[in-house]
């Protein structure tokens, strides 16, 4: 390299002017209390080859400009003034100091020990927040410049920033403001940053949730969280500054979200509820914040008001941005329309201890989701369904099959049955949904190895076939009491190698077919509720007073629904969802049977939707029957008029028989042999289907009665 080491620092800093050189040393000086004399030819003498060791004065002045020993310079220092050997004797002579501690996650501040050190002026506190903020990096003078002043810094800049850095190393102490190559580094340890401790606590319990550890990792990020005082870079001016504020505020509310969805997995939705509904005022527009409030609120039984949540967020969204609610929204507002089990809290899975404390043994199987909160009524069938389950165990485990149309809250009577005889099956309750209504329902062997797997037998162990993991499923299950409920099936050979084979335990099964192939269940048909539950159920959900104030527009309304729980939830819940509207507006819209089912329709949520899951499934000659036959008057119809309406001979024996495969899918009713009926939506349905299907063929079926 070129000159010498006095002359090559010059040029980094740009002071190879004596003009400008003079002038940075005059500033210097005046800050040190130091003589301001010196001459061009003193600067031009420096510069050359074995430059003189300038007096004590000048060497302090020069020391604090280039901010390294003079001898490094090339300057012939004697051994007793040289700085780093005087910082060495001083270091060695001073008692331990206490060490330092930086808080960033706030107002800006600086201790050692239990003592507050001056974090000097506003500029100083952004000098030291760019250098705290690249973790030990060095950043060159440029980016501090850039830092403290952004694009346009004064024309001392360089001197300036110079300046800032001698305060801090003087109020740091050594050894922790280090100069490198032109530009400053912090060494400090890791847990000397508040941010950083923040950042470990984070990714501790990112671990600890993924491996099952719930509560540990709620705590650390609770610990996390209490490492904040307010706003991020507090008082702290300049453009870095504002950019990373920016960054860490985010980043706050993702280790909130983050413990706010732990507390909700945990239970602790009354807690969270009153911060959520804090943070849903600081910040309106965040759809996945108030997700979590409508989950707090529906786990704390306030549905109607979970309800409300998403018509405030999907007219806020409409005003401000234009735009619907997101997909995850949406899916839990149907969910909390039906009262979904899904959203009942998982059970947090459990880490196997460690190989030394012995095998790792399961837990007991509690497999059920919530019950509904808001469940209405079937006080009877209630009692007598426990009073079967819970009684002295039967030779033959009892299957008790629970069959009704889709919407009239087969799977909410199960839970609730469920929920109260689990205290009889110690050993544990398993639960399955068998998919009945999907494409693809779900394979008694996956649904098997899960039971299997719940019940404590290692993956390795399952076996492939069906048969084989029936039969050590009813191996596994002898000796115990577990009760098991299996949701929503399609046909009695999906149920048959789920239920147990001894005495003790008990199945629940909910479908929509009549499962006349499965040997020994006890059938319970389920029908629409009384006026009078569905009257509690749609006051409950619009709510006790806005009921109260038009109940005869509610019964109105409960009739038109035709007492079908899920009918009569989707209405409310278009109501809570709309305050503006009175009941009885509601009333006349769901008078107009043609627009009824229209009217029966909230988000991606329908009535007809319900049908028509069942209806996809009927073979071609059954789906025109249940099309034809709705089109008679009349509360019922016999065998000879359902053959009149298909253009059969009245003594034809297949459309009985056309009838009771109807009637076994769900779809048609059967009060009395030989007389058959709709629900009254089942019958609209059916009409409709018929207007877009049979338009032709609908004149001539009447003509035939």
Known sequence: MRGTAFSRACEERRWTRPAVFLAVYAAVAARLGESQELTARQFHRWRQPGPPCPRPAAQRVLEEMFDTPLHHLGFDVPAHRRRDTVAARAATAEAPRAALRFTVLGPVRVRRGEEELAAGRPQERALLCALLLRRGRTATAQELVDAVWGGKPPRSALPTLRTYAFQLRRTLGPGVLVSDSGGYALHTPADALDLMVCESYEAQARSARAAGDSPRARS??????????????????????????????????????????????????????????????????????????????????????????????????????????????????????????????????????????????????????????????????????????????????????????????????????????????????????????????????????????????????????????????????????????????????????????????????????????????????????????????????????????????????VAACGFLPLAVRIAAARLAARPAWTVAALAALLADERGRLDELRIGDLAVASCFASAYGRLAPEQARAFRLLALADGPELSATTAAALLGRDRRDPSVGALLESLVDSGLLESPAPGRYRYHELLRLYARHRADVEDQPFTATALKNV
């Open 220 to 557: 650390l990020l609770h610990q996390a969280l209490a490492l904040w005082r307010g706003e991020p870079l507090g008082g702290v001016p300049g453009p870095y500054a504002q950019a990373q504020r920016a960054r860490l505020a985010e980043w706050r509310l993702t280790l909130l979200q983050a413990r706010l969805e732990l507390d909700l997995d945990l239970g602790h939705h009354t807690e969270a509820l009153a911060e959520l509904t804090a943070l849903s005022v600081e910040h309106p527009l965040w759809e996945r914040l108030r997700a979590l409030q409508m989950l707090a609120l529906y786990r704390g039984g306030r549905q109607a008001e979970a309800l409300r949540v998403y018509a405030d967020i999907r007219h806020l969204l409409a005003e401000e941005l234009g735009v619907d609610p997101g997909p995850e929204l949406t899916e839990l507002y149907r969910n909390v329309l039906c009262a979904s089990p899904a959203l009942a809290p998982a059970p947090s899975p459990r880490r196997p201890p460690a190989e030394a404390a012995g095998p790792y043994h399961a837990p007991r199987a509690a497999q059920l989701p919530a019950e509904p909160a808001d469940f209405t009524g079937r006080d009877t069938l209630v009692r007598r369904l426990t009073g079967r389950l819970a009684g002295a165990p039967d030779p033959v485990p009892p299957v008790l099959a629970l069959r009704g149309p889709g919407g009239v809250g087969k799977t909410a009577l199960a839970l609730r049955v469920a929920h109260a005889v689990r205290g009889h099956f110690p050993d544990g309750q398993l639960y399955a949904d068998l998919l009945g209504q999907d494409p693809a329902p779900a394979d008694p062997a996956a649904v098997l190895g899960a039971f299997l797997r719940a019940l404590g037998i290692p993956a390795p162990a399952v076996p492939d076939g069906t048969p084989e993991r029936a039969a050590l499923y009813r191996s596994t299950l002898a000796g115990r009491r577990v009760l098991v409920l299996l949701d929503n099936a399609r046909a009695g050979a999906q149920v048959r190698p789920l239920l147990p084979g001894a005495p003790g335990c008990a199945v629940l099964v909910t479908s929509r077919a009549r499962l006349a192939d499965l040997c020994g269940a006890h059938a319970v048909d389920l029908d629409v509720m009384s006026p009078g539950e569905a009257l509690v159920l749609f006051a409950r959900v619009i709510g006790e007073e806005r009921a109260a104030a038009e109940p005869e527009a509610c019964r109105k309304a």
